[in-house]
């Protein structure tokens, strides 16, 4: 990962328009690390950088995949890889910046050898509820099933989907990538990460959600949502779809579809934090105790730092 600094965070704390800057100001340029922005429409939803931004330095992996298809972080790592080599060819650094914490240790770290998604059996198991899925997974896997998000239909079928093909649990693949990424952190400084992980106070994070979602629907998002055309499994899973489907069907009224996304991505943006503290490669920055001006400069001078050692 010479050539490769990471801006890492939760939703919300402004990691799009630092890494544009820090990108401007360092002459790179930026792969997207977010599960969703890679899809074509949903701008609004996804909050992916507004022109201004996207104008700083050229971006890769952002509304480039059709929303019918299904992405993952096997698929990211290969198509980042790929244009960080395409960057680096140009002899250009990279600004990797995201909040998508797996895609992000994907591309870090590798993957666990787990075995290719089966269309028959993700089939079946999609025809289970959350609760038939998590009762099953409770039986063979009670490590994972006790840290899992009970709610998640497509985690929880992924996870049952490595049981059935391996006769395995995925706790035990998750431990074996643990074993590996230590080894890969411990090995020396080579292997280090330049990086910095982003935040914000809880209560700054919060008001900023909320002001997004207000904002997002001010400027049609709503519109945004109705002119879709199919979508696909992974692109079905975008925060806030299911909310803004239901206020179009007249389900629930704008207010509560408003109140609903914005809680929702509150507890996404607590796991998110949960994530990124967990991993110990990523240097802290609360952007509450300073001014984003000087908190890109901090940046830009750390990412400066690490691609002078590009060759070294």
């Not at 269309?119 to 039986?139: F, G, I, M, T």
């Amino acid at each position: 990962m010479k050539g490769v600094f990471f801006i890492v965070g939760p939703t919300a704390a402004g990691k799009s328009e630092i890494a544009a800057e820090v990108a401007f100001r360092c002459g790179a340029e930026v792969v997207n690390a977010d599960a969703f922005q890679i899809y074509q429409g949903l701008d609004l939803l996804t909050a992916k950088p507004n022109a201004p931004t996207l104008a700083k330095a050229r971006h890769h992996l952002i509304g480039t995949l059709p929303l019918s298809e299904e992405w993952d972080a096997a698929k990211f790592r290969s198509a980042a890889l790929r244009a960080i080599a395409e960057i680096h060819g140009r002899d250009k650094p990279v600004i990797v910046a995201g909040g998508s914490g797996l895609y992000i240790k994907a591309l870090t770290h590798g993957l666990a050898s787990l075995p290719a998604p089966n269309a028959e059996l993700r089939e079946a198991l999609n025809k289970w509820s959350v609760d038939q899925l998590y009762s099953r997974l409770r039986v063979l896997d009670p490590e994972t099933a006790a840290t899992i998000d009970r709610k998640n239909q497509r985690r929880l079928a992924r996870a049952l989907e490595i049981c059935f093909l391996t006769g395995k649990a995925a706790s035990i693949q998750r431990t074996q990538w643990k074993n590996e990424e230590t080894v890969a952190v411990t090995a020396g400084p080579t292997n280090a990460i330049a990086s910095v992980f982003v935040f914000r106070d809880r209560a700054d994070l919060f008001e900023q959600i909320d002001r997004r979602v207000h904002a997002i629907f001010r400027r049609g998002v709503v519109d945004e949502v109705r002119a879709l055309g199919k979508i696909g499994v992974t692109a079905a899973k975008t925060l806030g779809l299911r909310q803004i489907q239901e206020l179009i069907a007249g389900q629930v009224s704008e207010p509560d579809a408003i109140a609903s996304i914005q809680q929702a991505t509150r507890q996404y943006a607590k796991r998110q934090l949960t994530w990124f503290r967990r991993q110990t490669n990523f240097e802290p920055l609360n952007l509450s105790l300073q001014s984003l001006d000087e908190a890109v400069e901090s940046i830009s001078r750390k990412a400066r730092s690490a691609f002078a050692q590009k060759n070294v």
